[in-house]
């Protein structure tokens, strides 16, 4: 059973920092891709930035987030700097596997950025 355990949100002000972690366990198969979404309170979940073959970042968040991985650790980073009100939702991490057809979710994080 896949399990993904995230960490790192908080409440912090404008122009702060957090770093976000997700780790991923009980696959037989190996990660494909890692990523974040975000779910701000009343809209859908959006796409944050993924990381894979290649790697991807919203437009909204690009030059102020940066995503990362420790294959070792199947493990997927988030480092939001410059943090604003509006990067204000619940941080869900996602995983594919090769040879998996099925997609993976954690559980959120809350990211709160306000004064």
């Known amino acids: 059973q896949v399990q993904l355990v995230e960490s790192g949100g908080g409440l912090v002000q404008p122009g702060g920092s957090l770093r976000l972690s997700c780790a991923a366990s009980?696959?037989?198969?190996?990660?494909?891709?890692m990523g974040w979404y975000r779910q701000a309170s009343g809209k859908e979940r959006r796409y944050v930035a993924s990381?894979?073959?290649?790697?991807g970042y919203a437009n909204s968040v690009k030059g102020r987030f940066t995503i990362s991985r420790d294959n070792a650790k199947n493990t997927v980073y988030l480092q939001m700097n410059s943090l604003a009100p509006e990067d204000t939702a619940v941080y869900y991490c996602?995983?594919?596997?090769?040879?998996?057809?099925?997609?993976?979710w954690g559980q959120g994080t809350q990211v709160t950025v306000s004064s």
């Open positions: 996602n995983v594919r596997y090769y040879n998996d057809r099925n997609e993976y």
């Open positions: 009980g696959s037989i198969f190996s990660i494909y891709a």
């Open positions: 990381i894979g073959d290649t790697t």
